[in-house]
């Protein structure tokens, strides 16, 4: 009974000793006169609670020590701390609350190394709060519980002051937040549900207000320039005094009230939109609004529909212009540039102007681009008074490469214009078309010397092949290798000519060998030619045949041209003139007159060819045939003789044929060769997948096929059909909708 007695004692000491301590330091902490804590002092205590939770007979000292813990804490927030905030309001409400909150981390920390002994054994064996969170425990429950409203209400108040302009103590707000995350042990829950969330819902209080009266007094640059702010400074608020977490959720909450509720209306906005900034270009604030709007969810859907009707309008105005220009140029006959050429002009300077919008302003964003494509796949696919737009774009390309075209420019400038040309190519649904059309302008600039710059037109096949592949350009890159060879062999020609005198016929000749693979086809007549002509072709025959084995030389009258001297009683003139003109002219070297039959049985041509030649001698401007009767048309019935009265100013004119419009054949030869690529491409694929169904062989067709030409699904069925009573193809039995590929 003594050791009984003896040991109660110590425990009240102890209780005495432990409370005295707590006292002390509260004093400390309030800033009361007060020693600190010698070394003696702290060892006593730290010595007395180990004795008091190391006796054997007593097991519940150490959870009478824990609960003590807790209570000189809840004393000292319920007598000093709740009574010093509830007298405060406001900012200095929060600041008193920083201030009891550090003080009261030190009487936690020194508690907890007084208490050390506990969270060692005791805690650990229990599974408790370790006595640093236990004492933010009694905090939250004591003081947090009972002043997280007025917090809050603070914090959000001191938070729309900034908002509206006023100046705050950041720093004081960055140390309550912490208040809330640090009173979580490692949650933010109590953040989020007592602060996060009402703060959210403020700020999209705050911030509909302001959009509403935005969206009404100012225009749409206004606007943005506003909301781009807005997003700045939220930005630097959540960085500077929010919890990370807090970042986006508040960005999209202010994205959505300033952006997304309003998005029609702001993009819509009359004389301040979009379509008005795109009319004004007003570069900077297109790039602002496209900036703003990729922040949101489907946010550059409208913007980009607007974008297209925009390029759209524009082109589509600039493809009116071109109609209007198209018929008023027949009606007067006007030699003024061709308005298709204009068109395409302006449609390239459309190109560059918003394809810089693209890539620079709208940083060539996926559904701008998109959008952007779509509206030249219109623009580009437009004709213009019957002429479709692949043939205008290779005349265009003609102009620019010939020698005489109507644009002066220099070589950069033609490299340059021939690139941004090409690339409109890659919108034309008909490239097949552009290919035959261009190859037949090549043709006319290389056999008549029209080309300004054999690099030119290298450069140009060269962009065709990087934007198309090597199936468009390859019989065009064989055309201009073919002219040089061709150089070559008539350089050949004329030192056989020198070295063998009696070769020579009488008359300069010069010849243009081809390869018929690469060059458009002509059409080839048995056209006998006058005496003088034959003699320059046998010439060159007996020399080709001397240097070329194994090749026969096929001759295309219609391509050729002459020069002839013609005396008439005024003076001499030299007339350029198309070789069936001048076998014409030569029959009156031995003839007076001649009548329509005798001149077509002379020469052994058709009607159509007869018709087109001698009118161009006697019903155009150079009258160098006199016709009876006396009129525009020619018939089987005229008559014809040499008009040695005709004069001109000139000592060397042109006398060109009536143009022929090819345009048909050449849609028709195209067609055709489009029938063999669907025939090629539905085999290979069948070759391939050995059996598909009907839906799947179309899609695939078509879809390898546009790289040179949109196929017509009726084209596609149609050339099913046939193959399949070619026997390359079979229905299968038991499901007609699929296909059998036939080895």
């Known amino acids: 009974m003594p050791i009984h007695a003896e040991e109660t004692v110590d425990i009240e000491g102890g209780m005495a000793v432990l409370k005295k301590s707590v006292t002390k330091l509260t004093n400390i902490l309030e800033g009361l006169p007060e020693m600190p804590f010698n070394t003696m002092e702290y060892m006593l205590l730290c010595t007395t609670i180990y004795n008091m939770c190391t006796m054997k007979i007593h097991y519940d000292l150490s959870a009478q020590l824990y609960e003590e813990y807790k209570k000189s804490l809840m004393d000292y927030l319920d007598s000093l701390v709740l009574p010093s905030l509830r007298s405060k309001h406001d900012e200095y409400m929060l600041k008193e609350l920083v201030r009891r909150w550090f003080n009261y981390k030190v009487m936690v920390r020194w508690l907890s190394r007084f208490f050390h002994y506990l969270d060692r054994y005791f805690v650990k064996k229990w599974s408790l709060l370790p006595l640093r969170e236990a004492g933010i425990a009694c905090f939250r429950d004591v003081v947090y519980g009972e002043m997280k409203g007025k917090i809050k209400d603070a914090v959000i108040s001191l938070i729309y002051q900034e908002r509206e302009g006023s100046q705050i103590d950041r720093a004081l707000l960055n140390s309550v937040v912490e208040i809330f995350i640090q009173i979580g042990l490692g949650s933010n829950e109590y953040y989020e549900v007592n602060f996060e969330d009402p703060l959210l819902r403020d700020t999209a209080a705050y911030y509909s207000r302001k959009a509403s009266k935005w969206i009404l007094e100012d225009s749409c640059p206004e606007y943005m320039l506003k909301a781009e702010e807005c997003f700045k400074q939220e930005t630097d608020r959540a960085d500077r005094y929010l919890h990370p977490t807090t970042k986006q959720k508040l960005i999209e909450n202010v994205e959505h009230q300033l952006l997304s509720v309003n998005e029609i209306q702001l993009l819509e906005k009359e004389n301040s939109g979009c379509l008005a900034l795109l009319r004004d270009d007003k570069v900077d604030d297109l790039e602002r609004m496209y900036r703003l709007f990729s922040r949101i969810p489907e946010g550059l859907t409208h913007f980009s529909q607007l974008f297209k009707q925009h390029v759209t309008a524009e082109g589509t105005a600039f493809v009116s212009q071109a109609e209007n220009a198209a ?128 690099d030119h037109e290298r450069s140009m096949l060269t962009c065709l092949k990087r934007q198309c592949g090597g199936q468009l350009s390859s019989k065009m890159e064989g055309m201009v290798t073919d002219l040089t060879l061709a150089k070559e062999k008539q350089s050949s020609f004329e030192d056989y000519l020198d070295a063998n005198p009696h070769a020579y016929p009488g008359t300069d000749l010069s010849v243009s060998v081809l390869t018929t693979g690469f060059w458009p086809s002509y059409k080839s007549s048995d056209l006998t030619l006058p005496d003088e002509m034959v003699k320059c072709i046998e010439a060159f025959k007996k020399f080709y045949e001397c240097s070329t084995k194994n090749r026969r030389l096929s001759w295309i009258y219609s391509l050729g041209t002459c020069n002839i001297n013609a005396k008439f009683d005024a003076k001499s003139i030299e007339l350029t003139v198309a070789t069936y003109q001048a076998a014409v002219l030569l029959l009156f070297n031995s003839a007076d007159r001649l009548s329509y039959a005798e001149i077509k049985a002379q020469l052994n041509s058709t009607d159509e060819d007869m018709v087109r030649v001698l009118h161009s001698l006697s019903c155009a401007r150079y009258k160098i045939l006199k016709k009876a009767p006396m009129t525009d048309t020619i018939s089987p019935n005229d008559i014809f003789e040499f008009n040695f009265k005709f004069t001109d100013k000139m000592r060397r004119i042109k006398v060109p044929l009536p143009p022929v419009d090819e345009n048909k054949k050449m849609i028709e030869y195209v067609n055709k060769d489009r029938r063999y690529a669907v025939d090629a491409n539905i085999v290979r694929i069948m070759k391939s997948r050995k059996a598909l169904g009907h839906q799947q062989l179309v899609l695939e067709c078509i879809q390898q096929l546009s790289r040179m030409f949109k196929p017509d699904v009726n084209l596609i069925k149609q050339r099913i059909e046939d193959l399949i009573i070619r026997e390359f193809l079979q229905r299968d039995q038991e499901d007609p909708n699929v296909y059998k590929y036939m080895a």
């Open 327 to 454: 018929r008023d140029k027949r009606e007067k006959r006007d030699a003024a540039d061709s308005p298709q050429l204009v068109l395409i002009r302006r449609i390239i300077e459309l190109h560059d102007k918003y394809i810089g919008y693209v890539q620079e302003s709208f940083q060539n964003h996926t559904v701008l681009n998109k959008a952007f494509k779509e509206a030249f796949d219109v623009l580009c696919n437009k004709d213009v008074a019957s002429t479709s737009s692949a043939e205008m774009l290779a005349s265009f390309c003609d102009d620019v490469l010939k020698i005489a075209g109507s644009e002066k420019l220099s070589d950069e400038e033609i490299d340059r214009t021939l690139e941004k040309a090409v690339k409109l190519l890659s919108y034309i649904n008909d490239k097949d078309l552009f290919a035959e059309f261009s190859r037949k302008k090549l043709a006319r600039r290389l056999l008549f010397d029209r080309y300004a710059n054999v």
